[in-house]
């Protein structure tokens, strides 16, 4: 499977812009063989962009050049845009890989660097070279250039909802409020109870569009909670998170369960670990072993998740969120929480194509608390089903996935 290089601090700080700017896009490194024989590999991350936004579908594309899908494309530099052509195509040799070329592209070009490419289904595909050029400085120039006229035009904000509900919540600032009990949740369902929103298991966002994650600044954590989607037990080898258990867990407390986090980069205490399928379209949850050279290989699959389903989920979620901070503290002679709001983050936009970049370097992981025990609120009798299987990206990250925050300071 072929990985990008990591990306250097100026590139960094190009995507960082673009996802600001809520542009969605794919990337592809140009290799000097690639280069030499004007041939790209369409790797797996591209296949999913260009088939998620109706560019093209490899998987429905006959092999020989013959079957060449030709696509309007523009190469956009600091003072051109340059028409061309890219070309997708199946060739008859090595099993029909995937493959396509920009035309001129060469002439805009250095061995290793690495292009965006983004698509308009009006005008086309368009590609930036991400290396050499200062996306930043081109959209803050005072003159008109190319890409400052195309980074603009595909940037588009609404504000109207965001501020009814920013409205809302000014009405308790700096206000102390109670909460109804100390549970790690109460904060967020007495915000919602406030704005009116029902307590409910809908994956819907919670209030026209806008999700509310709710959080004690008291209690800081280094991750942020995306959003909870179990594995698509029917793909799956293991068909429930109690098999995990069975195979995977530990005991604790007299309890067996599996609380622990996945991640991509390596397996962690229990052999768990992550994996992103492209050829599948698959996050797969397997069992690995280190070996010697810090390296390791897969022992057995476990379960998965459909890609598309998790972008689905992403979009459907975080389309827009106030990440709401709160302060806390307690009654002494009650021991009785209160809150107030200090501060929140407005988040626009999740660039999807970012989510599997994020998942193979580890930024996003997944958190599996699996075989908790429920009790039933009256007879106190242990119940099953409180699995949680949860999708949380780390705060230094949020940049690379979602559009430009904004904050709103509720301190007095």
């Known amino acids: 499977?072929?990985?990008?290089?990591?990306?250097?601090?100026?590139?960094?700080?190009?995507?960082?812009?673009?996802?600001?700017k809520n542009i969605d896009f794919t990337q592809v490194q140009i290799t000097a063989t690639g280069l030499k024989k004007s041939i790209l590999?369409?790797?797996?991350?591209?296949?999913?962009?260009?088939?998620?936004?109706?560019?093209?579908?490899y998987s429905n594309q006959v092999q020989g050049t013959e079957n060449k899908v030709m696509l309007s494309t523009t190469i956009l530099t600091e003072t051109k845009e340059i028409p061309t052509r890219t070309s997708f195509y199946r060739p008859e040799t090595k099993k029909g890989d995937p493959r396509l070329w920009i035309y001129?592209?060469?002439?805009?070009?250095?061995?290793?660097?690495?292009?965006?490419?983004?698509?308009?289904?009006?005008?086309?595909?368009?590609a930036i070279n991400l290396t050499r050029i200062d996306i930043p400085k081109c959209c803050e120039s005072a003159l008109v250039n190319p890409i400052k006229d195309f980074?603009?035009?595909q940037s588009g904000k609404s504000a109207s909802v965001a501020l009814e509900l920013l409205g809302k919540l000014r009405k308790y600032e700096g206000a102390w409020i109670v909460t109804p009990c100390s549970a790690d949740t109460a904060v967020g369902r007495k915000i919602e109870t406030l704005l009116g929103i029902d307590m409910n298991a809908s994956k819907e966002p919670d209030y026209h569009g806008i999700e509310l994650k709710s959080f004690r600044s008291a209690r800081p954590s280094v991750r942020k909670n995306l959003f909870c989607q179990v594995p698509n037990w029917s793909l799956s080898k293991v068909k429930s998170g109690m098999e995990i258990v069975d195979k995977y867990g530990y005991e604790?407390?007299?309890?067996?369960?599996?609380?622990?986090?996945?991640?991509?980069?390596s397996p962690n205490a229990q052999g768990l670990q992550l994996n992103v399928n492209y050829n599948s379209d698959w996050l797969e949850l397997i069992e690995s072993e280190v070996l010697g050279d810090s390296s390791f290989r897969k022992i057995d699959d476990v379960a998965v998740w459909q890609l598309q389903t998790l972008h689905s989920r992403l979009l459907a979620k975080h389309h827009e969120t106030f990440w709401i901070e709160c302060a806390s503290r307690f009654e002494e002679d009650t021991l009785t929480e209160q809150f107030k709001i200090i501060k929140i983050e407005h988040t626009k936009n999740p660039v999807v194509s970012q989510f599997d970049v994020l998942l193979e370097q580890s930024l996003i992981t997944v958190d599996l608390l699996l075989g908790r025990p429920r009790f039933d609120a009256e007879t106190g009798e242990k119940k099953s089903g409180g699995d949680s299987v949860s999708f949380k990206i780390k705060k230094s990250a949020t940049g690379l996935l979602f559009p430009e925050s904004e904050f709103y300071d509720f301190r007095q």
């Not at 499977?1 to 812009?17: D, G, K, L, V, W």
């Not at 590999?41 to 579908?57: L, S, Y």
């Not at 407390?253 to 996945?262: A, E, L, P, Q």
């Open 1 to 20: 499977m072929i990985h990008m290089r990591n990306y250097t601090p100026f590139e960094e700080r190009n995507i960082s812009f673009l996802v600001n």
């Open 41 to 57: 590999d369409a790797t797996a991350p591209m296949r999913v962009f260009f088939k998620e936004h109706g560019v093209h579908d």
């Open 104 to 126: 001129g592209l060469s002439d805009y070009t250095e061995p290793d660097d690495i292009h965006i490419l983004m698509y308009d289904n009006n005008l086309g595909l368009y």
């Open 151 to 153: 980074i603009f035009y």
């Open 252 to 265: 604790s407390g007299g309890i067996k369960s599996y609380r622990n986090t996945v991640y991509c980069k």
